[in-house]
């Protein structure tokens, strides 16, 4: 089943910070995000295994609530740059499909 | 450090006609896995291979298939076309047992079917 990604569009101003959730509900072994721009392939962003942990990949960080199959994306300081769709992918085992949100619409304006 | 890599960037076909698109994986990569991304919507996966074989498969009908090769590149086909198909055909490449298993997507076929 397709997680579900909330907000569906977000719209800032540089600087602003954001967040984006993905919830599912099936039980899962990791949770990938993914930022694509138009006309673009999906960029890796990172990866939240099972465990409750929390990463950070510069001003982006996320994590993961093994216990309500959640996470979240946590956007600081936002820069024109990070405009663009955001997809989480999620997976139930340790390999195979991952199952994409519906997909976050981010535009950052100056 | 190459990329994955894919062929044509874009296609024009009509509807019955075959079509077939390829993919090189990320060097050190041995996994490769396809989806189709209609406009707007979330990548749907439709298979994985590993080790030449079909490892996992999306709800997609048998006109999909697929292939990989000893060097592990690896071929999408789709046979009678549709105009339903027409949609941005991503491959992303993966190592079998490295962390998470994390893909990294190719820039993509776009197929336009008439």
């Known amino acids: 089943q397709q997680p579900v990604q909330s907000p569906q569009a977000v719209i800032l101003r540089e600087g602003e910070d954001a967040v984006i959730n993905c919830s599912s509900s099936?039980?899962?072994?990791?949770v990938h995000w993914y930022r694509q721009k138009h006309g673009e392939a999906p960029v890796f962003l990172m990866i939240?295994?099972?465990?409750?942990e929390q990463k950070g990949h510069e001003k982006i960080s996320a994590s993961f609530n093994e216990k309500k199959q959640q996470s979240s994306l946590y956007l600081t300081a936002s820069q024109l740059s990070y405009s663009g769709t955001y997809f989480c992918?999620?997976?139930?085992?340790?390999?195979?499909?991952?199952?994409f949100g519906q997909g976050t619409i981010l535009t950052v304006h100056p | 450090d190459a990329g994955v890599t894919q062929s044509p960037t874009h296609l024009i076909k009509t509807r019955g006609q075959q079509v077939t698109l390829r993919c090189s994986p990320k060097?050190?990569?041995?996994?490769v896995s396809w989806y189709q991304q209609a406009l707007g919507q979330g990548p749907q996966f439709i298979f994985q291979?590993?080790?030449?074989?079909?490892?996992q498969r999306g709800n997609f009908p048998d006109r999909f298939s697929g292939h990989q090769f000893p060097n592990y590149s690896s071929e999408l086909n789709v046979n009678a076309l549709l105009l339903g198909d027409s949609a941005l055909y991503l491959c992303?490449?993966?190592?079998?047992?490295?962390?998470?298993?994390?893909?990294?997507f190719g820039p993509g076929t776009r197929l336009l079917v008439l």
């Open positions: 992918g999620t997976r139930g085992t340790s390999y195979g499909k991952l199952t």
């Open positions: 099936k039980a899962l072994y990791s």
């Open positions: 060097s050190g990569h041995d996994t």
């Open positions: 939240l295994l099972k465990g409750g």
């Open positions: 992303a490449s993966s190592l079998a047992g490295g962390h998470g298993e994390t893909q990294y």
């Open positions: 291979y590993y080790e030449e074989e079909e490892r």
